[in-house]
Nanobody
Framework: QVQLVESGGGLVQAGGSLRLSCAASGVTSGTYLIAWFRQAPGKEREFVASTNWAAGRMEHADSMEGRLTIERDSAKNTEYLQMKRLKPEDTAVYFC?????????????????????WGPGTQVTVSS
């Protein structure tokens, strides 16, 4: 059974940085795609970013341009979302989601319905 667990959320001042982690279990590294989403109160869940490592392609929301990087540790089946220059409007619950299986040359979908598994989320609060 695939399980995802996010960590690393918290309270940070505007302009600060956070590194979120998404640990996956029950799935083999290289056979799935991890994407990051967020949901603010009263708003729909929105795509943040994802990297297709096999194709060497990253997609991200326009709002995050130049403010994030994604890293992974294949041995730990963990991906990391590093965000910097955070803004109050980045406040949300951040989720990682997995599409499994995922073909190496599939396009990254920004639609939440394309993902099969979800973590419980981690709260990110950016104070002004």
């Amino acid at each position: 059974q695939v399980q995802l667990v996010e960590s690393g959320g918290g309270l940070v001042q505007a302009g600060g940085s956070l590194r979120l982690s998404c640990a996956a279990s029950g799935v083999t590294s290289g056979t799935y795609l991890i994407a990051w989403f967020r949901q603010a109160p009263g708003k729909e869940r929105e795509f943040v970013a994802s990297t297709n490592w096999a194709a060497g392609r990253m997609e991200h929301a326009d709002s995050m341009e130049g403010r994030l990087t994604i890293e992974r540790d294949s041995a730990k089946n963990t991906e990391y979302l590093q965000m910097k220059r955070l803004k109050p409007e980045d406040t949300a619950v951040y989720f990682c989601a997995a599409r499994a299986p995922f073909g190496d040359y599939e396009a990254i979908s920004p639609d939440p319905v394309a993902y099969h598994y979800w973590g419980p989320g981690t709260q990110v609060t950016v104070s002004s």
